[in-house]
């Protein structure tokens, strides 16, 4: 059974940064395409960001592309989401997600393993 834990959530002044990281269970990590999702409070849950298994491949939803950045350290079986100039409207709960492939999605249904979230608040 795969576990996820996602630490370094907080509050945040806008403009600010934080680094999430999540921590997964498994001697495989390095197999699996990894996301990180978000949801706000009303608002169904969004993809912000996924990596290739290797790390060389990344892609992003628009609204955090040059603000946020994907990686991943396959030998601590970890994978990061370094977040910078945030805004108020990047507040929400954020979860790191494994696929059971290494193709790429960003289809929540499509994530086999979720951690249970980091909340993440910017204040205006």
């Known amino acids: 059974q795969v576990q996820l834990a996602e630490s370094g959530g907080g509050l945040v002044q806008a403009g600010g940064s934080l680094r999430l990281s999540c921590a997964a269970s498994?001697?495989?990590?390095?197999?699996?395409?990894m996301g990180w999702f978000r949801q706000a409070p009303g608002k169904a849950r969004e993809f912000v960001a996924g990596?290739?298994?290797?790390?060389?491949?990344?892609s992003y939803v628009d609204s955090v592309k040059g603000r946020f950045t994907i990686s991943r350290d396959n030998a601590k079986n970890t994978v990061y989401l370094q977040m910078n100039s945030l805004k108020p409207e990047d507040t929400a709960v954020y979860y790191c997600?494994?696929?059971?492939?290494?193709?790429?999605?960003?289809?929540?249904?499509?994530?086999?393993?979720w951690g249970q979230g980091t909340q993440v608040t910017v204040a205006s």
């Open positions: 997600a494994r696929r059971g492939s290494f193709y790429s999605s960003i289809s929540p249904s499509l994530y086999e393993n």
């Open positions: 498994g001697r495989t990590f390095s197999n699996y395409y």
């Open positions: 990596i290739s298994g290797n790390g060389g491949t990344t």
